[in-house]
């Protein structure tokens, strides 16, 4: 499933972060203006994932993985929850 930031949270005027769910692992694209970031991370190799939802405003979602942070910014509280258990659930099924 793909899950893009709002266009009017900071930081996402014109080129929105992005972040795809797949069975293997999650991709997460921060694009800039004249270069981009597109990383893909396999779920047993996620050590944490931390989610801020502020009452008001866009909330943010961290990801750890090998000593590595990526962080994206402008997801609704909805989507970062929905986000964050269905890597909990490619997590323990990765383990399993």
């Known amino acids: 499933m793909k899950y893009t930031a709002s266009r009017l949270s900071e930081g996402n005027k014109l080129f929105p972060a992005e972040i795809i769910t797949e069975d293997?692992?999650?991709t997460i694209r921060i694009p800039g203006l004249f270069s981009g970031e597109s990383t893909t991370i396999a779920y047993d190799s996620i050590s944490a994932v931390e989610i801020d939802t502020p009452l008001i405003g866009y909330s943010t979602i961290r990801f750890y993985h090998s000593g590595n942070k990526i962080e994206a910014h402008g997801f609704s509280k909805s989507?970062?929850?929905?986000?964050k258990s269905f890597i909990e659930a490619g997590r323990n099924k990765a383990k399993n």
């Open 24 to 26: 293997n692992g999650i």
């Open 79 to 83: 989507d970062v929850k929905e986000i």
